[in-house]
């Protein structure tokens, strides 16, 4: 792959939240003032919130779930149901100009759809020059899975390299993205992105076709897409190796052989992987490197692949 030669800018060892509280503000607003009182002064530590009908609140912080002492109410329910709206079909939606993620909890009811019962609330949050440590692998190839357990950080990856490929390849890296984690949900992308182009899928059922629709239409040189988990999907991906896109994505996994494993994503491996780099998170801020197509074959052998570890920068 013939890259552009740039000159590369020197490591940042702390990166900076790029409009983090202005992010953190839009996300406090869809909160009861019950329910903001409790979580706004922690805030810069919470990454998930649930918020259930007659259970306390309970947030995630370091890692692990703690409650504080608030009941949710038909009161509290009522105003999120009202603010929040519509949600898409897979019950989630994003906050308008930030990486933040609403998932919706229905309850069965009889009714055709059901009922809310609950949210929750994930913060997404932007750092420049937390992937840029990966610069020279992405400077070799951008074209890269990463893998990782729901948590772990896969999707604040995702915009950090995305980020960095359109550096290389600016309105060419293009995110089809579902439910507004990468780029943002709303008519204007978080700029947190930088120069990556967006098309923005309605619904994660036409997500492959999206996917195919950004590859015919738009001159992608890197498609990037978060959560590759259908069949249709990977199949899609798979053909927009053909038509030159170096390919970037997100996928659940705990390792290489459960992700090979994954029968939905055989097209993105057979008979060859179609990306040129495995990113397993192992750890939150530590990721193992792997050459995918060396990787693939050691695994399938029964060996255990050779990688890199690469240290993120520290948030």
């Known amino acids: ?38 979580v706004e002064p922690d805030m810069h530590r919470i990454e998930e919130i649930k ?5 306390k609140l309970w947030v995630l912080i370091d890692g692990r779930y703690v409650p504080y002492n608030y009941v949710i109410d038909l009161s509290d329910l009522a105003f999120l149901i009202s603010k929040l709206g519509t949600f898409r079909d897979d019950n989630r939606r994003g906050i308008d100009g930030t990486g933040h993620r609403v998932t919706r909890v229905m309850a069965a009811d009889g009714t055709l759809e059901g009922s809310p019962v609950g949210f929750t609330f994930r913060l997404g949050r932007y750092f420049d020059g937390l992937a840029e440590p990966l610069r020279p692998f992405i400077h070799e190839n951008p074209s890269m899975l990463i893998v990782g357990e729901a948590g772990s950080g896969k999707t604040t990856l995702l915009r950090g390299t995305a980020r960095m490929a359109a550096e290389y390849f600016p309105m060419q890296a293009v995110i089809v993205d ?32 999206l996917i195919e629709e950004a590859v015919k239409n738009q001159n992608v040189r890197v498609l990037i ?3 590759i988990n259908r069949e249709a999907e990977a199949e899609m991906i798979a053909g927009g190796m053909k038509n030159g896109a170096r390919l970037m994505g997100t996928t659940h996994g705990r390792d290489i052989r459960k992700v090979l494993d994954n029968k939905n994503l055989a097209p993105l491996f057979q008979p060859e992987p179609v990306f040129y780099w495995f990113a397993v998170i192992v750890a939150r801020g530590e990721i193992m490197m792997y050459r995918a197509e060396e990787a693939a074959q050691a695994v399938l052998a029964g060996k255990v692949p050779e990688g890199q570890l690469v240290q993120l920068n520290r948030r």
């Not at 918020?51 to 259970?55: E, K, N, P, Q, T």
């Not at 182009?197 to 997500?207: F, L, R, T």
């Open 178 to 209: 579902t439910s507004g984690d990468v780029a943002g949900d709303g008519k204007v992308p978080h700029i947190g992105i930088g120069d990556v182009d967006v098309m923005p899928v309605q619904s994660k059922a036409q997500q492959a076709q």
């Open 51 to 55: 918020i259930r009908f007659g259970r």
């Open 1 to 38: 792959m013939t890259v552009p030669v740039l000159h590369l800018p020197p490591l940042v060892v702390t990166p900076q939240g790029i409009n983090e509280q202005e992010d953190v503000n839009r996300m406090l607003a869809y909160f009861p003032k019950g329910v903001r009182a409790q």
């Open 225 to 227: 897409v978060d959560e």
